[in-house]
């Protein structure tokens, strides 16, 4: 298995095109350029920290997480800048975002894998026990669909994501990965670090889009897990209802 590194979710504002002789590249396009640049640049710094431990028969690299400030960040100026500006925004409160920027949940389910694995079955798969959702607020949920993630070997994986339909309230997906058997690196930016799930730093926002629906997201790592909790709704009017749902999930999991 190969390190990998966490993703950096970068909000992009974009710019209006201009039609000019020679189309300049727009803000947003140069970000995402700037964006894909950089992240090429990481895999390849980790493939080739993966390469040399193998040829010297050192130990593999172990999944760690590392909190850093946005300054210290070894990334473009470009991308700073914007990830300072996504965090500007998400300290306002909830996020107005464009209309069909957030999927309906009907959508969302009609691309989901029917696959639905029982606890047990699960705890085959994985290296350990899945988190307990049963004394949670989508302990009694209907559950649609459960698929791997993480690093994936034959018929096991170090994590798994499952996605339950909440009643009158929209569709949670529950990821989870234990990131010292996937070996994956997460480096957390400190500035969005804005709430906490049972005493371990956490990150939690959410949107609202002009069409009415709702995005609530809360991410947290604990010492061996990493997890993330999505909340899509139709209705976006109570998405802040959706985000405090999320956070008495989380407080119930244990680990």
């Known amino acids: 298995m ?8 970068l909000a992009c504002i974009a710019a209006p095109v201009v039609a000019q002789t020679v189309v300049q ?26 390469r040399t431990a193998a040829a010297n028969r050192a130990p593999a690299i172990q999944g760690h997480v590392e909190i850093i400030s946005l ?3 070894d990334a473009p100026a ?4 914007n990830m300072a500006e996504g965090i500007k925004k998400r300290s306002r409160g909830t996020l107005d975002v464009a209309a069909g920027t957030i999927p309906s949940t009907s959508e969302v389910i009609a691309g989901l894998s029917p696959v639905r694995r029982s606890d047990s079955e699960l705890k085959r798969r994985l290296s350990y026990a899945p988190a307990d959702i049963s004394r949670t607020p989508i302990g009694a949920a209907e559950l649609l669909s459960t698929e791997p993630n993480g690093t994936m070997s034959g018929d096991r994986s170090t994590g798994v994501s499952r996605v339950y339909r909440v009643r009158n309230v929209g569709l949670v997906i529950l990821s989870e990965d234990d990131y010292l058997a996937s070996r994956t690196k997460h480096t957390l930016i400190r500035e ?3 709430t906490q799930v049972n005493g371990v730093p956490a990150r939690s926002y959410a949107a609202r889009s002009k069409d009415g629906k709702g995005k609530a997201e809360l991410r947290w790592i604990t010492s061996n897990r990493a997890y993330l909790l999505t909340l899509l709704s139709d209705d976006g009017a109570h998405i802040e209802d959706g985000a405090q749902m999320l956070m008495q999930i ?6």
């Open 78 to 81: 470009s991308i700073k800048e």
């Open 192 to 194: 969005t670090l804005n």
């Open 2 to 9: 190969k390190s990998r590194v966490a993703a950096l979710a």
């Open 71 to 73: 300054a210290e960040l």
């Open 25 to 50: 590249p727009q803000p947003a396009e140069a970000l995402q350029r700037d964006l894909a640049a950089w992240t090429h640049s990481l895999a390849g710094q980790h493939a080739t920290e993966s």
């Open 250 to 255: 989380a407080k119930g999991i244990a680990g």
